[in-house]
């Protein structure tokens, strides 16, 4: 494993992180870099697609090209991003709002197509950037929480792990595992916010939070007994829970379309260009 220092220097940029102290997204943050550069991937050859939220601040820590999107449109912008350069490595990566509820459209048809894509998914149960209102995935709010990695493995992920912020040589083997899937690999990180969730379950406020290793008897091509590992009462449980192989979305086919507009979107360009509003 490459230490956390030499990842760091790889992958971030100088200066303070963005997050409050003790926000699990840092910690995220550290074992992406550190699962790049074990992974071997450089700079120059990744590229992290956002949605909006503080999870999203990644691309603003990161030394590597980083889109940041609009909030629940990361997977078809980083769709595109792999369409027009399918030699990239693309990593997408939000928070559990911007996954589960105004992108749930295009998580689940995403996972429907199968793309080689990386999703990471920052989980606090929370909306942390607008102060902590209850998200789709939190356990004590007065709606039912929606099971993340049930949602996953339902709508045709083929590759299905979850991990927490504080145990991170777990997380970056995940990640790491995810970033060599042939197809769309998720990995949801459980990932406290410190600041302004302050339920039980994961809230670094109140130390760490019990989870169960999901056990080596289970079988990971076994959907149905991963749909009851995930359903499963207590703990969220951790660990890699479903991987198959199936055909990639076909990209080439994709990629070619691009290129053949190509000349289309440069006289677009030109029309945009000419009808700029200059604010002066
Ligand atoms: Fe992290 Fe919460 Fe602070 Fe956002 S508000 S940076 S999620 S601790
Ligand atoms: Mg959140």
């Not at 979850?162 to 595992?177: M, N």
Request: net charge negative.
């Amino acid at each position: 494993m490459p230490t956390a220092v030499h990842a760091r220097t790889t992958f971030s940029r100088d200066g303070d992180a963005p997050w409050c102290r003790g926000c699990g997204h840092a910690d995220v943050f550290d074992v992406l870099c550190r699962a790049l550069v074990a992974s071997g991937i450089r700079p120059t050859d990744a590229v992290v697609v956002t949605g909006v939220g503080c999870s999203s601040l990644i691309t603003f820590q990161l030394r590597s090209y980083a889109m940041h999107g609009v909030h629940g449109r990361a997977l078809p912008l980083a769709l595109g991003v792999k369409a027009a350069n399918p030699d990239l490595h693309v990593v997408v990566a939000g928070g559990d709002g911007d996954a589960f509820s105004i992108g749930a459209n295009h998580l689940i048809h995403t996972a429907r197509k199968n793309p080689r894509l990386t999703y990471l998914i920052m989980d606090n149960q929370s909306y942390g950037m607008t102060m902590g209102q209850p998200s789709p995935t939190n356990v004590h709010g007065e709606h039912h929480a929606l099971n993340a990695l049930g949602v996953l493995l339902a709508a045709g992920a083929t590759f299905v792990a979850q991990a927490a912020s504080w145990r991170p040589d777990e997380a970056e083997a995940l990640i790491g595992q995810a970033l060599g899937h042939p197809g769309f690999s998720v990995v949801n990180l459980l990932s406290p916010c410190p600041t302004f969730h302050h339920g039980e379950g994961i809230d670094g406020a109140i130390g760490i939070p019990l989870v169960r290793e999901i056990g080596s008897e289970h079988d990971l091509g076994d959907r149905l007994h991963a749909l009851s590992v995930a359903f499963a009462e207590g703990v969220p449980c951790v660990g890699l829970l479903y991987r198959v192989e199936r055909p990639m979305y076909a990209l080439t086919e994709g990629s070619a379309l691009v290129h053949e507009q190509w000349e289309e979107t440069a006289i677009l360009e030109a029309l945009l260009d000419e009808h700029r509003v200059v604010w002066t």
